[in-house]
């Protein structure tokens, strides 16, 4: 056995006990939240040494932003810990239940899922919200972190499973995988015998590595390359609104679109003022020849390979389209099926939009930039997911776990 | 592009038409029962060509029936086509809605999943079943069964494909790989691109070969290693019972039991009584020391393997243990999770015993056999899930389906 199915069938025990556990898993987050308050020194020694080799391998300003903690930062960690105890518990749920004509009373009723692999990159924060999130659900959770947040990951770790095993609950119930090398991301990857379910928080590399290599069912999560369609009959200002909304509040996330498309009828006359609100955030604009034509060489021209980049970034991609069946199956092309937007004053149109285009999130008159389990009342969110099985957008607790069926004779046979 | 990637455009092109097609897909399968009818004569001489095949092959002669089609059961099959338009449409069902603060209208709404892969093994009538069922849910289908019933799947696929497209449905909606070498199936394991969700129908072998594979989201199905564990308080006549019907009633299904776990106290008195009911259909019992102890020489000693083993076969493994705990950690160990059953008298252990087994049917003095689409109330069945991810126990229209959120504004910007 190595020491990552090791750490499988410690989890798969772990599990089990707490499938069952109640009032415990809380008992245990608020033990975690305490410890972490308390230890906050250690913690910020530890990352001390991850922002001195990140600064060292000349990783960018924004990754050291991402990857360094302070005392407001591990508060806030900790407390977010504490929040997810003050949610409901959703295992035990009964979503359904009949009596059948033999009499045999059926009930489905929500269970963990059992145990849950994370691999994640540089941000440590990840290791305290996953963890919190796996275990009020009532699943074990084996972390595999990026290497660059290594020593942080390691003291967030050990505080939380000396927590834990303090409240009652088995210590393995949280591990670390502290082996950063590519190689146990893959073995991790291909614990069938032991991982209920895998997901992959990064960008669409982990992604991509994680759907090709995984034997375990994986959850995809966060690639956005999100669209506004500007429809013909669109309010103008609210068309500029949403757009510099969704592309500058925070570009850098996956609910940021990266393109907009909009209608040749009213193109003429949105796009100058799109431009000029952008402008004030020096956003570059890639465009279709029609869109270079109306707003000039300012514009860059846009490539097929821009309209299916994730940016991320100060840069949007442009283009006219003929009508709204033009939009929708540009978007049904390029779209990695998180959140899109049509802005429109038309019922009809609307309602196409919303029936044709088949993203995790469809919006009408309003920025992608909702789309976030906190926006969305869920309490709290592991990840957002763009695949369709098990769970697609926002995922809370609820997504966290499965369903059993428990049925009740009293002798009957078949 | 390969020719299964084209049929993978194809099914993706036809899905996206389906997904907001109404009435049209019911009159398709109406289309689709009287064309598989009026047509029965072809189909039965396509499978007499793969029962001659079968034969020269030196089928056994339960895989042959299997195979085999004639007069009734395809008008059987047929009609269970024209019941699966008569259920209701899953598609556009509002799972849950709700106003947000800020003026927000969220909705969480039924869509298909998208595009679905069958690969199956000798069952020519899981053609039209399957077909029927991903089409009701908006889902294009692409079929991959076995090479003995190739002939038999052709005809009954060409039949489908006319008849829908004489409804006005894109042709591709339905589409069958006719190669049926291996390298066919693993291609379209890997083709991540266009399929959705990869359902794989068939013994121990083909579900393995698809998670070990597969890059597509897959459900795992059909394997099971069930058991029904005597309880010290049981009533023994109701033991007897439930273990003759789940063990016999159809040896060669997935919710038969395997294995039997009797408990210490009560294994002298019920052993003989449940030994007496199986030996009436000669069922061979393999059990543990103690087994062989209480009752005799013509119990053969069970292996470590056994355990492990969905024998499909009027064979039973039998072992004693010391507690009801014991029975939970050996399920938990050898089972497949499929359904579980104690025979009790105790409410603390009925309780005990749902609670911990983490299987996706459990239970209490009923006949394991139940664990059915059919008799669960779904109105049809495509499989039964073993897997935690997306769907668990048996799966109908509503476990082919996904959700979207819609979301309608008025300008709203976070």
Known sequence: MTAIENM?????????????AGKIKNDALI???NAIKENCESII????????????????????????????RIFSMADGVAQVASL????GTVLSGNRLENGLKIQRVRVP??????????????????????LKAGNAVI????????NSNKAIADIMRNAIEKSGLPIDCIQLIEDTSRESATELMGLSQYLDVLIPRGGAGLINAVVQNAKVPVIETGVGNCHVYVDKTADIEMAASIIFNAKTSRPSVCNAIETILVHKAIAEKALPVIKERLDTKSVELRGCEETVRILGDSVIPATEDDYYKEFLDYILAVRVVDSIDEAIAHIAKYSSGHSECIVTES??????????????????????????G?????????????????????????????????????????
């Open 347 to 372: 019922y009809e149109n609307a309602e196409k939009f919303t029936q044709s285009v088949d993203s995790a999130a469809v919006y009408v008159n309003a920025s992608t930039r909702f789309t976030d």
């Open 8 to 20: 499988g069938a410690k989890a798969k025990e772990a599990s089990r006990f707490l499938a069952t």
């Open 45 to 72: 020694k530890a990352n001390e040494i991850d922002i001195e080799n990140g600064k060292k391998a000349g990783l960018t300003a924004s990754l050291l932003d991402r990857l360094s903690l302070n005392e407001q």
């Open 31 to 33: 033990a975690i939240c």
């Open 143 to 150: 972390l595999r972190g990026g290497k660059e947040a290594i």
């Open 113 to 134: 899922l059992g145990v849950i692999g994370i691999i994640f990159e540089a941000r440590p924060n990840v290791t305290a919200d996953a963890a919190a999130l796996c």
């Open 88 to 91: 409901a518990d959703p295992i």
């Open 374 to 414: 906190g926006e969305f009342g869920l309490g709290a969110e592991i990840g957002i997911s763009t695949q369709k099985l098990h769970a697609r957008g926002p995922m809370g607790l609820n997504e966290l776990t499965s369903t059993k069926f428990i049925i009740s004779g009293n002798g009957q046979v078949r």
